[in-house]
């Protein structure tokens, strides 16, 4: 089993709808938990870091966290073709030896049609 | 504030060759992560460097190495070069230290191994 899983997609959505991105984790001491957009070609940058469980949102995205499930998702509102890219959900563990390392999911492709 | 810079951004390499790629993190970040991104396995965490020390290493082979140096730029290399070698390598920075650290990644060096 991964240990961070995502639907690969593609996800299509038309523009100006709610596209919903999940993810999945097996760690349970899992406490930081990230999605990052990737646009081809690119790389990754942060979108939303989340902590702790219930809902964080940032503009048009909201991130969900429930530890219980082991399940986090992203929430994009009103989408836009500039939206249209690769979101990698990210776990990490941290601590004083783990900072750095996150466990990267195979990430989910989003289009946005206009 | 200048973001990660990494060099070089593109390199070709034949097999049995060694690459060195460096990476300047963010101004006061001392931490230093490493990743390589591949179509077939995405994102993979090689090794995470702190006040130039190896803090936590991923499942690599020896032949990825890395270090870290006092102004907390680090490089990684790659001996004996194989063809699966071939991908997009990342290198991130974040404050470091303990708890949760947001990565900050730099444009990547894409490496081809002929």
């Known amino acids: 089993q991964k240990e961070v899983e995502q639907n690969s997609g593609p996800l299509s959505v038309p523009e100006g709808a709610i596209a919903s991105l999940n993810c999945t984790y097996s760690?349970?001491?899992?406490?930081?938990f990230f999605w990052y957009r990737q646009y081809s070609g690119k790389s990754p940058e942060l979108i939303m870091s989340?902590?702790?469980?219930g809902d964080k949102e940032d503009g048009r995205f909201t991130a969900q966290l429930n530890k219980a499930s082991q399940y986090v998702s992203l929430l994009i509102r009103d989408s836009q073709p500039s939206d249209s890219a690769t979101y990698l959900c990210?776990?990490?563990?941290?601590?004083?030896?783990?900072?750095?390392?996150?466990?990267f999911g195979q990430g989910t492709t989003l289009q946005v049609k206009p | 504030k200048a973001g990660v810079t990494q060099t070089p951004r593109y390199l070709i390499k034949t097999r049995g060759q060694q690459v060195t790629l460096s990476c300047s993190p963010i101004?006061?970040?001392?931490?230093v992560s490493w990743y390589q991104q591949t179509p077939g396995q995405g994102l993979q965490f090689l090794f995470e460097?702190?006040?130039?020390?190896?803090?936590n290493k991923g499942n690599f082979p020896g032949r990825f190495s890395g270090r870290q140096f006092s102004n907390s730029r680090s490089e990684m290399n790659v001996s004996t070069l194989e063809l699966g070698d071939s991908a997009l390598y990342l290198c991130?920075?974040?404050?470091?230290?303990?708890?949760?650290?947001?990565?900050?990644f730099g444009a990547g060096s894409r490496l081809t191994v002929l």
């Open positions: 460097y702190f006040s130039e020390t190896q803090r």
């Open positions: 990210a776990v990490g563990v941290y601590g004083s030896s783990n900072t750095g390392k996150l466990i």
């Open positions: 760690d349970r001491v899992s406490q930081s």
């Open positions: 989340i902590y702790s469980n």
């Open positions: 991130a920075s974040s404050p470091g230290g303990t708890g949760a650290n947001v990565l900050t």
């Open positions: 101004s006061g970040h001392r931490s």
